[in-house]
């Protein structure tokens, strides 16, 4: 659970600091989009060649080291000045996080049968709520304050700088204990290492059942090859790529996969996309309200915003009237959203079947998309909160379920590689949506929250294609 919180922490942790940041970076709304796609840009670029080490050198592996140096990256990030190069570490960031995102859900999965495998990587999914909850909640306890620290010339070390290096320590936890826990033991099977694999069995039912308990069995049921023999030269190991890889473009695993890819991309459109903005929009619009009693939609507080710069175009009279005060109040309705977010996996985790699966997926798709067009057409600040909550929450719990899907429609071979390259596509939906909205929304605001809201639709209609199987 403390690696899925960091994946979410770093790749979306940075929206809640972005209101704090804007006068440090020089950010404006495209800088703004870009800087909150590039985790999902280096995670979208490497999860194919993450799947494939993960499916070759092992889960652990590959989550240990993804781990270590996502961390470190991040640990740099925190003392660069510039913006270019500090855009230039989340990508790295981004990178790294790409192993143990989607790494972990194969990891994880393969320790459970296949009867209960939906429901623990349900329950792993209640980290994210957990990592919606803890982000604004620390931001909430460390952005008011005021402090500041000169360490080099032009660079101050502000509050926004500290929470982006506590972000990433629940990966330093992680990292710490996945250390001390065995490889998959279904990965072993698949490149022959039957002895470790049932070392590890017995180590788990050791754990299961107390350290006195008799383990009978003698033999492990062998797994499909896969291609964990040692490659040596380029040639070799572009042919052990591309064994992992086409047999997820054939029959019979051609339609899932491309139906799972396309899902995840949707998933991450509104909750890897949308969601990054909403500090800022909320921010925008408590700045709107606090000027004038009367009510006014979203797209007016964006299109105010937008208005109002149009004055101040030039660089100098920008930097001397830069404005980073943030509402405390818009991370109280931010810890409203991550409650939300908890209380749908949660509440996903305990009723989730393997026969209810498809029908959950279905509705939670379409409710999703129903929210994403109402949304614009709302004044109430509460039920624009409700509605950015049922968006938002209900496109994110199928990003976990989509993987759990992919768990079961895939062998151990080809598991880590589908997983991966499935939320590639996820990220490049994240990276896509956030950076066209960083464009769009000053200029076709309600536009963009019907896009987003129809490609969920889309994806409402392929989820019966991968939960028929």
């Known amino acids: 659970m403390f690696v899925l919180i960091n994946v979410f922490s770093e790749t979306m942790g940075i929206s809640n600091l972005i209101p704090a940041a804007e006068c440090d970076l020089q950010l404006n709304e495209s800088t703004k989009g870009l800087l909150s796609s590039m985790p999902f840009f280096g995670m979208m670029l490497s999860s194919y060649v993450w799947g494939y080490l993960g499916d070759t050198k092992g889960r652990r592996f590959v989550i240990m080291w993804t781990l270590l140096f996502s961390t470190l990256s991040t640990a740099f990030t925190v003392f660069v000045k510039n913006f270019w190069v500090f855009l230039f570490m989340r990508f790295l960031t981004g990178i790294f996080a790409g192993g143990y995102s989607g790494v972990m859900y194969a990891y ?137 890889t086409i047999p997820l473009l054939k029959p019979p695993y051609l339609v899932y996969f491309v139906a799972c890819c396309f899902i995840q991309f949707a998933c991450f459109c509104g909750c890897g996309g949308l969601a990054l903005f909403l500090p800022d929009i909320l921010n925008k619009l408590k700045k709107l309200k606090n000027e004038t009693p009367l009510n006014y939609y979203v797209c007016d507080a964006v299109h105010y915003n937008s208005n109002h710069l149009e004055t101040t175009k030039n660089t100098t009279v920008i930097n001397e009237f830069c404005d980073d005060n943030v509402n405390p109040s818009i991370y109280t309705d931010i810890l409203i959203l991550g409650g939300t977010y908890f209380v749908g996996f949660l509440v996903l985790a305990i009723i989730i079947r393997p026969n209810t699966r498809r029908y959950i997926i279905a509705s939670t798709l379409f ?4 929210a994403g067009f109402i949304l614009p057409f709302l004044t109430s600040h509460y039920l624009i909160i409700g509605c950015f909550c049922m968006f938002l929450m209900l496109s994110c719990v199928n990003v976990s379920l989509i993987n759990g899907v992919a768990c079961d429609i895939f062998p151990t071979y080809l598991r880590s590689m589908a997983v991966s390259v499935s939320l590639l596509f996820g990220r490049l939906g994240g990276t896509v949506s956030s950076n066209v909205i960083g464009y769009t929304i000053n200029s076709y605001c309600y536009e963009t929250y019907f896009g987003c809201a129809t490609i969920i639709l889309i994806s409402c209609v392929a989820s019966f294609i991968v939960t028929k199987r």
């Open 367 to 370: 409710l999703s998309s129903m």
């Open 108 to 244: 994880v999965g393969e320790f459970n049968i296949t009867k209960y495998r939906t429901a623990v990587i349900s329950w792993i999914g209640v980290a994210v709520g957990l990592s919606t909850i803890l982000m604004p909640l620390i931001a909430l306890l460390i952005l008011p304050y005021k402090w500041h620290f000169i360490i080099y010339k032009g660079y101050e070390f502000r509050p926004w700088r500290l929470i982006l290096f506590i972000y990433s320590v629940p990966g330093i936890i992680g990292g710490l204990w996945i250390y001390h826990l065995p490889e998959s033991p279904k990965f072993l099977l698949s490149i022959n290492r039957n002895q470790e694999a049932l070392d590890i069995v017995k180590w788990i039912y050791r754990m299961n059942n107390g350290a006195n308990e008799e383990f009978d069995i003698l033999k492990l049921k062998p797994e499909t090859q896969g291609n964990g023999n040692c490659l040596k030269g380029i040639g070799s190991i572009l042919t052990s790529l591309k064994n992992q």
